[in-house]
């Protein structure tokens, strides 16, 4: 089969491997028909991510339809079409009974397809534990519709979930890339009283505008003072980090409100830094880690439900054979991409 495969620090190339086949009897063997490209996976690419594995098949956000089934899958059957998890999880560790599958006890828990294990930019993937990790697709829902619904979209759900959102808060969502956005979609279900959203680029700022008028937007060189005077209480109520670099990191506590919660939902390069001295004080709750992806299937039902569309996401669509090309495109924000979509079959 043709799988995207990490061959280098720096280079993913398209090669042929062997189709997997089931190793444990939790396994299920997906036909991938449609993936993405992630910024965790440009991470992996330049060596960003330390547990990733030279050699892997690359790629966690996936739909696809079940070709075989070991015998202790129970939810879903062969000929099923299902999104598919960016996380393993076993559902009986500590972690997992506690509902922070991304911390699963398991060899291969948490981020480990396209981190450590074979993952989905293939013709097949192997899933382990997988009546965890696949949901069965609603039959009016699109494979577009539901193709962030195990990563991206689990990344802003998680994060707006632990945020403890309320109706009177001004929340403050930091970078609209295809994660910020997602993490937009999922504050806006918790009907805040104000959402701001700052962003660097043009074209992103541009989107937010067309999509989504009624969201406050800003650049990071007036965040500040724009959140100042859209807040009461000299800050944001809730900041969502979702940009990934120092300033963005600096901007979050800095556009908070004294006893505010701080979400970091972003992935950085390097460590960062909490000033403690300039920070004291303000007596704010950070709230970090992982996405938690196990409400896959609520957010399937909202997305049926009309709730929540990320379509307008994807403003690309490449043939897997042309996977290289997609990777230069998004990895270097040409041509205005958003979010590629991968068609497999």
């Not at 291969?108 to 965890?132: F, H, K, M, T």
């Not at 960062?272 to 409400?295: R, S």
Request: net charge negative; with cysteine; charged share 25%.
């Amino acid at each position: 089969m043709l799988a995207c495969t990490f061959k280098d620090y720096g280079v993913f190339k398209l090669t042929e491997k062997d189709k997997p086949k089931l190793i444990n009897p939790n396994d299920a063997i997906v036909r991938v028909t449609m993936s993405s490209i992630c910024s965790s996976d440009i991470h992996i690419k330049h060596g960003s991510v330390p547990k990733a594995v030279m050699g892997i098949t690359v790629g966690h956000e996936m739909v696809g339809i079940v070709e075989e089934a070991g015998v202790c899958v129970k939810n879903v059957k062969p000929g099923d079409r299902v999104t598919v998890n960016v996380e393993t999880f076993c559902g009986e560790c500590f972690f997992c009974k506690n509902g922070f599958v991304n911390n699963c006890e398991d060899k291969n828990g948490g981020w480990a397809l396209g981190c450590r294990i074979d993952g989905g930019q293939a013709e097949y993937v192997c899933v382990p534990y997988a009546s965890q990790g696949l949901n069965k697709i609603p039959d009016t829902v699109s494979d577009e519709k539901a193709l962030f619904a195990g990563d991206i979209l689990a990344t802003g759900f998680w994060a707006a979930k632990i945020s403890e959102i309320k109706e009177d808060d001004t929340v403050l969502i930091i970078g609209a890339g295809p994660t910020g956005i997602c993490t937009l979609l999922c504050v806006m279900l918790k009907n805040p009283k104000k959402i701001i959203v700052c962003e660097r680029d043009k074209i992103r700022r541009e989107f937010v505008k067309k999509y989504y008028p009624s969201v406050i937007l800003t650049e990071p060189k007036d965040c500040i003072e724009t959140v100042n005077k859209e807040s009461e209480h000299g800050g944001a109520d809730v900041v969502l980090e979702v940009a990934g670099n120092e300033d963005s990191f600096q901007m979050a506590w800095m556009s908070a409100r004294a006893n505010a919660i701080v979400t970091i939902v972003a992935l950085y390069d390097k460590p960062m830094v909490l000033p403690l001295v300039d920070m004291y004080g303000k007596n704010l709750t950070f709230k970090t880690g992982g996405v938690d992806g196990c409400d896959t299937e609520e957010i399937l039902s909202l997305i049926e439900k009309g709730k929540i569309d990320t379509t307008p996401l994807i403003t690309h669509r490449f043939l897997l054979c042309d996977i290289e090309k997609a990777y230069e495109i998004f990895e270097k924000r040409q041509e205005g991409i958003i979010k590629a979509a991968i068609i497999h079959s």
